[in-house]
Antibody, heavy 118, light 113 residues
Framework: QVQLVQSGAEVRKPGASVKVSCKSS????????MHWVRQAPGQGLECMGW????????NYAQKFQGRVTMTRDTSITTAYMELTRLRSDDTAMYYC???????????WGQGTLVTVST | DIVLTQSPDSLAVSLGEGATINCKSS????????????LAWYQHKPGQPPKLLIS???TRESGVPVRFSGSGSGTDFTLTISNLQAEDVAVYYC?????????FGQGTKLEIK
């Protein structure tokens, strides 16, 4: 069965960077897009962008452009999301989620808590 | 960006009763080319990732109880939960996937009365 397994919780200071990984198994990795969604404490779900796992093409929400980079390593079927210049309001649970082109998110990672604090 | 507005923000329903959650989109998510509404509903429980319940506005995902149903087209959509069970307590989100960035509604918190 399809599984998305994310890396563990991270604590960073303001201004630092964080890179979260999402290991996919159980299906053909390059047939899909990987999206990244975050949820800040007490807030709703927010889409950060996506990466085409076949071509590597990316599309980032305007809010994160210039600070986020999504990559993938097809040899180990893993997607990555790096967020730079972290601020306290980047404290959130970050999820990877898989979708076919033009389809909803059918599988999700378990989430990675990123805490930004002095 | 497409803005999705859910109503209500929260509701409390007695066990066995029905619940209705609405989602209004700032733009139509109906594609004329395939006559499909690019609108999904998710259930999100604490400590878990969101779970896809409904896709294409009204298609129930495999394994989702039949008490969950979706309806609507264009800009107005509804998630209906009949015969509410204790395990249905969660936050429910609508999401459009017709264009990037994909966006979610603000969420509706469902509790037991």
């Amino acid at each position: 069965q399809v599984q998305l397994v994310q890396s563990g919780a991270e604590v960073r200071k303001p201004g630092a960077s964080v890179k979260v990984s999402c290991k996919s198994s159980g299906d053909t990795f390059t047939d899909y897009y990987m999206h990244w969604v975050r949820q800040a404490p007490g807030q709703g779900l927010e889409c950060m962008g996506w990466i085409n796992l076949y071509s590597g093409d990316t599309n980032y929400a305007q809010k994160f452009q210039g600070r986020v980079t999504m990559t993938r390593d097809t040899s180990i079927t893993t997607a990555y999301m790096e967020l730079t210049r972290l601020r306290s309001d980047d404290t959130a649970m970050y999820y990877c989620s898989r979708a076919s082109g033009g389809a909803p998110f059918d599988y999700w990672g378990q989430g990675t808590l990123v805490t930004v604090s002095t | 960006d497409i803005v999705l507005t859910q109503s209500p923000d929260s509701l409390a329903v007695s066990l066995g009763e029905g619940a209705t959650i609405n989602c209004k989109s700032s733009q139509s998510v109906l594609y004329r080319s395939d006559n499909k509404n690019y609108l999904a509903w998710y259930q999100h429980k604490p400590g878990q990732p969101p779970k896809l319940l409904i896709s294409w506005a009204s298609t129930r995902e495999s394994g989702v109880p039949v008490r969950f149903s979706g309806s609507g087209s264009g800009t107005d959509f509804t998630l209906t939960i009949s015969n509410l069970q204790a395990e249905d307590v969660a936050v429910y989100y609508c999401q459009q996937y017709s264009q990037s960035p994909r966006t979610f509604g603000q969420g509706t918190k469902l509790e037991i009365k």
